[in-house]
């Protein structure tokens, strides 16, 4: 096992939003060959009704209806010759890369950077997206959902107390060592607002910053959530984290045993069914108002 896990959320840590080099769509023409790097990309074109249109993925890609998609590699090593077999018209790229970029200009694809760093940026790459697609009321439709579903979490566990809780994102799997937290800024610290908590982390103006441990015991978090989707078939890797937790030394969240491994891998990729995630979590924080985690 690796000492730091790739997740795909890292790609929008350098990301930015909007149309890039050889941009040449033409609003009567919506494009009929998608490829995405980026694997919540791919998901919101298949919310838009365009999953037929897309004919290359990410190998992070999780969609159901996207397994016999051809893989073209990933943000930091794709595969150009796959990628130009495809001929696309589109690209929809979740971060920054020279190369793909290089492609896109001489090949006259239009290339848009997918950024989904915060809520606000999802809705945004929707809108975008349903413009660019031809599909602009059913990004509406999405968006709309997205928000009541949101705000519903947010209005029941309005009032309530809200626990001092750390979400961890990446680290050395063998020991507490090189933190991956998130901050402000992401998605994830939405959440953890959305669901009720308060993020230890909340006075860091870095996204995700790598931290210590003596600095997650210093804040005291009542709540411990780690997002580590490997563990999900290795029962040994969740004792093994707790008992990491515990030894640790003296925190509210070691006292009442509310340490949470999220195996889910979708909680590390933002997308319009984020909201589920946001409930599970919602849970965890406030199980007397949900009836349990």
Sequence with gaps: MSAIRMIPVLWSVCAFAGFGVGEDASPDAAPARIVTIGPSTADLICRLGACDRI????????????????????????NLERIAALTPDLIVLRGHNESIESLARARGITLYHDRTDSFADLETTVRDLGRLLHRTDEAERLIVRFRERLERIRRRVAGRPRPRVVVTLARRPDRLADLLVAAPGTFLHETIEIAGGRNVFEQLDVRYPQVSPESILARQPEVIL?????????????????KQWRSLGSMPAVATGRIYVLTDARALIPSLEYPEIVERIARLLHPEVFGGP
Excluded: K
């Design 55 to 78: 004919v290359g993925v990410d190998r992070f890609c999780v969609h159901p209806r996207l397994g016999d998609r051809l893989r073209v590699g990933g943000l930091v090593d794709p």
């Design 226 to 242: 780690e997002l580590m989707p490997e563990a999900g078939n290795d029962p040994q890797l969740l004792r093994r984290v707790r």
